[in-house]
């Protein structure tokens, strides 16, 4: 598996609290999207995580091709 399952062409809107850790999934095989269940296991994907800065809505990527991972930039149009 050298590209990851595209989970959903659209990103995950997700509200995220200051100083809360969110552990985003790679490799598109995780039943918890947008969030890792260690479904990376047999892939050469490793799991990223995030550190909210502050408490606000993010928008975390869930075709897992965005060049600005974990966060959604906007690479889903061009899939």
């Known amino acids: 598996m050298t590209t990851p399952v595209i989970a959903q062409k659209f990103p995950y809107p997700i509200e995220v609290t200051a100083g809360a850790s969110y552990i985003w999934c790679a490799c598109g095989k995780s039943a918890r ?11 050469e994907f490793r799991p990223i995580k995030y550190v909210a800065e502050k408490s606000t809505k993010v928008f975390f990527c869930g075709c897992k091709h965005s060049a600005n991972k974990p966060l959604c930039d906007g690479s889903h149009k061009e899939l």
Request: net charge negative; aromatic share 10%; proline share 9%.
């Open 33 to 43: 999207q947008p969030f890792c269940d260690g479904s990376h296991q047999d892939t």
